[in-house]
Structure formats: C-alpha cells, structure tokens
C-alpha cells in the first residue's frame, strides 16, 4: 500500500505527464531550459538549447550563416564545451562553486544538451548567473527551476536584461524554513525515504515549468 508522500508525488507525476505535450519537440530559437537539483554529491545542472542558439551564445563572430546542423556538432565541441563551462556563474554564500564535471550531447532533435555537476552548495545564498543571456534578443530567455533534495527551491525566467537569480537556502541546500533530516536508523527505509522525497521534488519542478513555459509561449503569441 502506498505511503501518503508516496501517493502525492504519484498524483503530481501524473498530472505532469497529462500537462506535459504528447510529442518531443526541438527547442525554437533563443528557449532555453535548465533544470538545477542539489543532491547528497553536488549541484547538478542540466541545460537544453537549439543548436542554433547554442551557436549564437558560444560561437559568435565563428558562427556560421547558415543553419547548424547535427553533422556540425563535433567540429564545434570544443567551443561548445568552454562556453558551457561558464554558461553560469553559480555562487553560494558569495564564494564561486567549483565545476566536477561536465559532458555535452545532442538529441534527435538536434538540441544540445549540456549536463554539470558542481559542489555542493552548503552556504547562504545560492545564486545563479547567465551572463551568456547578454546580447542577446529581448525574445530571449531561460526558464531556471531549482530544487533540493527535499524543497522546490524557486523558478525564474532569465532575460538578457535580468541574468541574476538568487535564493537562500539551508546548510543542507534546502528552502529556508525545511526541517533537517532526522537520523534514520534503516538504511533501507533511508533509501526508500531519499527517493520519494526527489521524486516530488522532480515532479513539482515539472508542474511549476510546464505552467511558466505555456505562459511564457502565449506571451511571445500575443
């Protein structure tokens, strides 16, 4: 029988799955999403943009005039890869987070897909910049959700106007005002409780994007 956490985050994947669209579709130029989630190992960051956005962010003067394609993804990796390593500046408690690693890819839909994962952010505030946004068109943006382990941490559209976004946290990477974990003597039960706990986080960050992305489209309509 299911736990009540356990039904919430089923309910919430649910209503995510029939918000979200039906099919796969490519990013349209200069949409660009990122989903941040803190875990027990570091910040974890995973950015999709068109490949054609990607190039007019990392490649600029380089870029060519005609449309990229996949087929020009590897003669470019290596300035895709250092842009990616400075697409954000992410800070927590004033002090830069170091990068872990980093890995780059595309998708059939020839959306480049950029995963980091940074050290864990213990001190007060988190923050995220994305100076590459500047220059950029007034269409242009990215729609950031940040969660921890156990807290949906915020959301913000990021505009070549307003790069920053900040928010405190716990020593523990979580919303300010969530409990500590207590001590769980089962570590079964431990495993079990962690990855209930991510996965409402998961899917409320879902909910909340699909929400702030179909606004954000009905907007640029107008």
Not at 17 to 36: K, S, V
Not at 39 to 45: I, M, T
Not at 105 to 129: G, I, K
Not at 172 to 186: C, F, H, K, M, N
Request: net charge positive.
């Amino acid at each position: 029988m299911l736990s009540p956490l356990s039904r919430i985050a089923f309910a919430l994947c649910v209503a995510f799955g029939l918000l979200a669209p039906t099919r796969a579709n490519a990013h349209d130029p200069l949409e660009i999403t990122t989903d941040a989630h803190i875990d027990v190992a570091g910040l974890n960051v995973h950015t999709t943009l068109s490949l054609d956005t990607a190039a007019r962010i990392c490649l600029r003067a380089e870029a060519p005039a005609r449309r990229l394609a996949s087929a020009d993804f590897s003669q470019f990796r290596a300035q895709f890869e250092g842009c990616a390593r400075g697409f954000y500046a992410l800070g927590s408690g004033g002090k830069q987070l170091a990068l872990l690693s980093l890995s780059l890819s595309l998708t059939p839909e020839d959306d480049l897909e950029m995963r980091a994962v940074y050290a864990r952010p213990t001190a007060s505030p988190l923050s995220f910049d994305a100076s590459g946004l500047k220059g950029l068109p007034p269409a242009a943006g990215i729609v950031l959700t940040v969660t921890g382990q156990r807290s949906f941490l915020g959301q913000k559209l990021l505009r070549p106007d307003d790069t920053r976004f900040e928010r405190p946290i716990t020593a523990q990477g979580e919303e300010i005002g969530t409990p500590a974990l207590p001590p769980v003597s089962d570590p079964v039960q431990r495993a079990d409780d962690h990855r209930l706990t991510v996965l409402l986080a998961l899917a409320l960050s879902g909910v909340a994007f699909v929400f702030a992305f179909s606004a954000w489209r009905r907007r640029r309509s107008r």
